[in-house]
């Protein structure tokens, strides 16, 4: 089995910053592209952003220049680096990985974590 969990969120003021964490555990072979997404209260969720194997990194518009998302292929895990945070930011973030599972003879799934909480409020 093949587990995402998320953590780092947190209550931070406007323009502040956080950095939120996902490692993939269990019987992962390898992560393939991995990828952060949100969901606000009363909205459906939305990617944030994405950054593939090779480190090729994608952003939603709103993310652009404030988020900066990186992984460490050795530990399996991908952070989301948040600056200039804005109240519109609150939201559940999840955690998404396209992975290779060892107990599935390696075939790639996508897997969701729980999810961190992030809100920004003064």
């Known amino acids: 089995q093949v587990q995402l969990a998320e953590s780092g969120g947190a209550l931070v003021q406007p323009g502040g910053s956080l950095r939120l964490s996902c490692a993939a555990s269990?019987?992962?072979?390898?992560?393939?592209?991995m990828a952060w997404y949100r969901q606000a209260p009363g909205k459906q969720r939305e990617f944030v952003a994405s950054i593939t194997f090779g480190g090729w990194t994608n952003y939603t518009d709103s993310a652009k220049g404030r988020f900066t998302i990186a992984r460490d292929n050795a530990k399996n895990e991908i952070y989301l680096q948040m600056d200039n945070l804005k109240p519109e930011d609150t939201a559940v973030y999840y955690c998404w990985g396209r992975l290779r599972d060892r107990s599935r003879n390696k075939r790639p799934g996508d897997y969701w974590g729980q999810g961190t909480q992030v809100i920004v409020s003064s």
């Open positions: 269990g019987t992962v072979f390898s992560a393939l592209t």
